[in-house]
């Protein structure tokens, strides 16, 4: 490995150990806080409210890592979901309408990819847009009421345990492994971080720099919607208005773990880190009664703070590269 | 490539096209211009009313139309509806639009009580009625609304009735909004009137819910972790009791020692929920939406025609429960219809003055 990715690599490590450590530090104040915290069954919440984001999120940092967004998310949990429970209320099974909601999904993220790619526009605009239409379409659909469940059993999906672990954290288990297996070990993978890194460089090493973007929208499109799906086991009904503001969630989550907005340059167990500040957050300003705005205000100071980290490191990147060049040690 | 852009750009103009003609009305049987529906009214004229409104994506609103619909209709009236969805430019503007195709009177949901102002004063000066629906302004010519704190107060005085009958000591998770002022005084009446009717009451523990189901059932899991000897929910809308209840059933708690009591019964789950004995949910302050809107629309008419309404008015509000919910309602195959009859005998209380937020 050449010596800038080298440098590049010691940045990331000693980021990631940063956010462990600030993960431990959070826990730790957060028990000492409140009694209720560190006990199995808040922590095994915390998991499972964490899920949905996680998932999410691992779709999005496979996307951001190729250098593209994906605002839409959250309107598409709530699109697929009020179509997902009003299938499953007509076919009183489970099955097809978790097929219909997927299939929605990967629409979804083909038409992302296809504009993003064949007309060339950015895809945070074009996300937007998607992310405003579906919503609309969501609200056309169920004409702004929430479709109840009347099938049996499918609260389980959000609710449910296996042994002591509620079925999310297994969910999200299952599919965060197969991803970080996918991106570390695969040539998919590296393809995905050379196509985020400098698309002009992989396009000429032969490597179908829209193929694997439109790969990526897709997971990212059907990740969200397997978080609806959650989302909407637990509310036992298809609400329109489900999943507001989750996009806005998912990506500071993912910047917080050290995922570049520029692309190519990320981890999973950042995202995971990221998701779990996040997660405990959240569940700890309401255990200790902290009022909403305060925990508004300490979500944006995340926020502002994880993208300042990103804009540090890609500066720090930028500097190690240019030193490296001027001392010939690299050719340009 | 052009030829695709080209196509591209056509599906996209026709959908819009589509969305557009269909966008105004959620239904566009009574928009002005489709045949039939503008019948004369008692003086031989066809009243045309416009209605913009804030936030069409909830079923509260949903139901205001409804009622609005069915007055306008029984009386050949003509009603026009546009949904600002939350941007105050698009509703000065579409209210512009309504004033320019001459409707003899504006019904408004106002975005925000200063922004809407340019647009009151244009209907002042073309010298078209102004109804304000919950949100009073420092002027209009009638304002239509509920009376928050009221509405919590008969619920609490409700919920703590139930609960000295059936010896509950409530401990109460209030579900709220806190982001809005009409949500913190439907919680403080709440509290008032629960607290008055059985002072052993304690309210353990506020969290936002953002008056959305899946924020509620998120924050109030968290919170009965702290507080695992919570046996009352009140939320200030549907969304928040049911979110809150679905929380304690998460979690495992006995739902028949849990009681929900809330603010709004807008829509179809609340009053199935209601009906049904098994359910945690015993009692919701009934805002009747359906009522409001026909109210709306019949100081609209009546201001139109040159008539004396009041400065204000204060639709009716009822704690409803699994016995008197059918008074006021019927269920309808999937859906609940108002009962006309019922609900409009428990009239409405007109008022001299409005009170404005500062």
């Known amino acids: 490995m050449n010596r800038i990715k080298r440098g590049w690599k010691k940045i990331s490590e000693i980021d990631e150990l940063m956010l462990i450590v600030a993960l431990v530090v959070i826990i730790i104040i957060m028990s000492l806080m409140s009694e209720y915290f560190f006990t199995g069954k808040n922590l095994m919440n915390v998991l499972r409210q964490s899920s949905t984001t996680l998932i999410a999120a691992t779709g999005m940092t496979l996307l951001l890592l190729v250098g593209e967004v994906d605002l839409s998310i959250g309107s598409l949990a709530a699109f697929s979901a009020v179509i997902m429970v009003d299938v499953m209320n007509m076919t009183q099974a489970i099955l097809p309408a978790v097929l219909v909601a997927i299939g929605i999904g990967v629409g979804v993220g083909l038409f992302n990819a296809f504009v993003v790619t064949k007309f060339n526009i950015a895809s945070l605009i074009v996300t937007l847009g998607v992310m405003t239409s579906v919503r609309g379409f969501a609200y056309i659909y169920t004409n702004a009421i929430a479709i109840q469940n009347t099938v049996d059993g499918f609260t389980v999906i959000g609710n449910g345990y296996v042994g002591p672990i509620p079925i999310p954290v297994i969910i999200a288990a299952v599919l965060f492994v197969l991803c970080y297996f996918l991106l570390k070990y695969t040539t998919f993978g590296r393809y995905i971080y050379a196509s985020g890194d400098n698309k002009n460089a992989a396009l000429a090493s032969g490597i179908n720099v829209n193929k694997i973007k439109t790969i990526t929208f897709v997971l990212c499109s059907v990740f969200a919607v397997i978080s609806g799906i959650i989302l909407t086991a637990r509310v036992n009904s298809g609400q329109p208005n489900l999943a507001q503001g989750f996009e806005f969630t998912v990506i500071a989550a993912v910047i917080l773990g050290g995922t570049s907005l520029s692309g190519g340059q990320g981890t999973l167990i950042g995202t995971l880190v990221g998701v779990l500040i996040l997660g405990v957050l959240d569940n700890g300003l309401v255990l200790n009664d902290v009022s909403s705005f305060w925990q508004d205000v300490v979500r944006g100071a995340v926020i502002i703070l994880a993208v300042i980290i990103d804009t540090r490191r890609t500066q720090k990147r930028e500097k190690i590269s240019r030193r490296l060049v001027e001392q010939g040690a690299v050719s340009q | ?358």
């Open chain 2, 1 to 358: 490539m052009k030829k695709l852009v080209g196509i591209f750009l056509v599906v996209i103009f026709g959908i819009s096209l589509i969305a557009c003609s269909q966008a105004a009305t959620p239904a566009t049987e009574t928009s002005t211009g489709s045949a039939g529906t503008e019948v004369s009214s008692g003086n031989g004229e066809a009243l045309r009313i416009g209605y913009i409104e804030n936030f069409a994506s909830h079923e509260f609103y949903q139901n205001i139309i409804k009622g609005m619909k069915q007055t306008a209709e029984e009386n050949g009236w003509s009603l026009e509806i546009a949904d600002a969805n939350g941007d105050i430019s698009k509703q000065i503007s579409l209210g512009e639009n309504m004033l320019a195709k001459d409707v003899d009177a504006l019904i408004v949901t106002p975005v925000d009580a200063k922004g809407v102002m340019p647009l009151i004063e244009q209907a002042e000066a073309a010298g078209v009625p102004v109804i304000t629906e919950a949100v009073p302004l420092e002027k209009q010519t009638c304002y239509v609304g509920i009376d928050d704190f009221y509405g919590g107060y008969i619920d609490g005085q409700a919920a703590g009735e139930y609960a000295n009958e059936n010896n509950i000591v409530p401990k109460v998770l209030v579900v709220g909004a806190p982001a809005l002022e009409v949500c913190v005084q439907r919680v403080e009446g709440f509290k008032t009137g629960l607290q008055e009717v059985c002072p052993e009451a304690e309210i353990v523990v506020e969290v936002d819910g953002g008056g959305t189901k899946d924020t509620a059932v998120a924050v109030a899991t968290d919170a009965l972790t702290a507080n695992p000897d919570i046996n009352m929910v009140m939320g200030i809308n549907d969304d928040s009791t049911l979110g809150g209840l679905l929380a304690c059933e998460a979690a495992g708690m006995d739902m028949s020692q849990v009681t929900g009591f809330g603010f709004g019964v807008e829509g179809i789950a609340a009053k199935n929920e209601l009906v049904n004995p098994d359910s945690s949910y015993k009692g919701g302050l009934g805002m009747f939406p359906e009522m409001i809107g026909r109210l709306c629309v019949e100081m609209a008419a009546k201001a139109a025609n040159g008539e004396e309404v009041p400065v204000a008015i204060t639709t009716p509000l009822v704690v409803m429960n699994g016995e008197n919910v059918t008074e006021y309602y019927e269920q309808d195959g999937d859906s609940w219809e108002i009962k006309w009859e019922s609900v409009e005998e428990l009239g409405y209380t007109p008022r001299d003055t409005v009170e404005i937020q500062k």
